[in-house]
């Protein structure tokens, strides 16, 4: 018999957004359970990226709802978003690198503790008061990532998965219950992947929530617990990476044309491709 999938952090229901006559997202209804490793996959265009920018506020959504923790937050704004426990990282890497890991981290702690980064960057008064407890906040982020040893440097110096760890940091320095990851694994090589991927796991073992949005197979296959598919901004399958990898809807969207970051692998596969 099937688990039952534990209780939902995070619900949408006939979620979406047109822009003009594109509908980047339509009638999106998903659940993202907690303590699990939810992917988002689909071909190119698919609505993805637009799916995490409605879940995290930076998009109004056009219809429907969301739903965190039992509260609707479909019109809440970035900051509170934030502030109710959902961070993100960005699918480019948006660290500062001139800037030490510390103060990076520092900033996605005060991101959260204050209305903006504008207050966060130019470190007002009220900002500076609260510098003991960013640097306390900022640092437990660290340790969360492994690089409380480098805190000192400077971000830039970090290898590129060092950078990409910077970034988690920073969006766990705001202490989430659940942590949208925009590809984490672009740009990294297969052994960076897989230390990546050991990160995410030990996040989810420590009680975070993850949803993530990734091209790359391996990493979708090897790690996620379910998988929602959208094609067209539409949903097409929400299932284990078994039965996604053979629905045949799945299988078409994936190798009708638009395909973007390999085909679909199987569950538990190492290798993979990458976009
Ligand atoms: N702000 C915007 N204004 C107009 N169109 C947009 C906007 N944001 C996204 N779109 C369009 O919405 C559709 C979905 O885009 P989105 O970036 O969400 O797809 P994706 O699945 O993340 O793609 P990729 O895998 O290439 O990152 C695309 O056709 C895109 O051009």
């Keep these: 018999m099937p688990e039952a999938a534990p209780e939902p952090v995070l619900e949408v229901r006939d979620l979406g957004i047109h822009f003009g006559g594109l509908h980047a997202v339509r009638d999106v209804t998903a659940s993202v359970p907690a303590g699990q490793i939810t992917a988002i996959i689909g071909p190119n265009g698919a609505g993805k990226s637009t799916f995490f920018n409605l879940i995290s506020g ?11 923790l039992g509260e609707d937050i479909t019109r809440l704004k970035t900051h509170q ?12 890497t948006t660290i500062y690198k001139e800037l030490s890991v510390l103060d990076n981290a520092m900033i996605g702690h005060r991101v959260r503790t204050r209305a903006g980064l504008l207050d966060a960057l130019l470190r007002t008064g009220r900002e500076r008061q609260d510098e003991q407890g960013s640097r306390a906040g900022a640092m437990r982020a660290l340790e969360r990532v492994g690089l409380a040893s480098q805190a ?3 971000a830039g110096a970090l290898t590129q998965e060092g950078q990409k760890r910077v970034g988690i940091a ?3 320095a705001s202490d989430p219950r659940l942590l949208l990851l925009d590809e984490p694994a672009a740009g ?6 897989v230390s990546l991927m050991g990160l995410i796991r030990e996040l989810v ?3 975070l929530t993850v949803a993530l949005v990734e091209h790359k197979m391996s990493l979708v ?6 998988i929602l598919v959208l094609h067209h901004g539409q949903k097409i399958a929400q299932g284990t990476p078994a039965e996604v990898s053979r ?4 299988i078409e969207a994936y190798l009708g044309g638009h395909a973007h970051g390999g085909q679909m692998g199987q569950p538990g596969q190492a290798g993979g491709s990458h976009a």
Excluded: C, H, K, W
């Design 205 to 207: 073992a420590g009680g």
């Design 81 to 92: 978003v934030v502030a109710r426990g959902i961070a993100r990282t960005f699918q480019t």
């Design 188 to 193: 990294m090589n297969p052994e960076e992947t």
């Design 221 to 226: 296959m090897g790690l996620a617990d379910r």
């Design 247 to 250: 629905d045949p809807t799945v």
């Design 58 to 68: 930076f998009y109004q959504p056009t219809s429907g709802s969301i739903r965190f």
């Design 170 to 172: 920073m969006a766990l």
């Design 152 to 154: 000192g440097r400077p």
